[in-house]
C-alpha cells in the first residue's frame, strides 16, 4: 500500500515536470521560429532605409521601379523617378529593395586579381 502511495506520486511530480517544460520549450521554439527571424528582417530593413542616397535605383513596395532623385531627410519624403520626367514622392518606408550595380563590385574585384599577380 504504501509502495502504490510512494508510485503515484512520483508519477504525479513527473507529469507536472513534463507539464510545466512543455509551455517553456514552446515558447523558446516560438522565438526562435517567429520572433527572432522578424527581428533580423526589421534590422535590415532599416539598414536599407538608412542607406539611401540620390541615384540608387529601387523599388517600391507596390512593386514600382525607380531611380531617387532627391531626398528630404527631415519629413522622411523621397522624390522617385519612375519614368523619364515622371516622379512621384513617396514615404522612405516604402522602399521595399534597392538594387546595386554589379559593376563597382566587378572593378573592386579585378582590381585585387592586378594586386594579388604581381610578385
Known amino acids: 500500500m504504501v509502495f502504490q502511495l510512494l508510485a503515484q506520486e512520483s508519477s504525479q511530480s513527473g507529469s507536472s515536470l513534463v507539464s510545466l517544460a512543455l509551455p517553456v520549450l514552446m515558447i523558446v521554439g516560438f522565438y526562435f521560429l517567429l520572433i527572432r527571424p522578424q527581428r533580423s528582417r526589421q534590422r535590415a ?3 536599407l532605409l538608412s542607406a539611401l542616397e540620390v541615384g540608387d535605383d529601387i523599388m517600391t513596395s507596390g512593386g514600382i521601379f525607380g531611380t531617387i ?12 523617378e519612375i519614368a523619364p520626367g515622371t516622379r512621384v514622392r513617396m514615404v522612405r518606408n516604402g522602399i521595399a529593395q534597392r538594387f546595386v550595380e554589379e559593376d563597382a563590385y566587378d572593378e573592386a574585384d579585378d582590381s585585387d586579381d592586378e594586386v594579388d599577380q604581381e610578385p
Open 69 to 80: 532623385v532627391d531626398i528630404d531627410d527631415d519629413e522622411g519624403i523621397l522624390t522617385v
Open 45 to 47: 530593413q532599416q539598414a
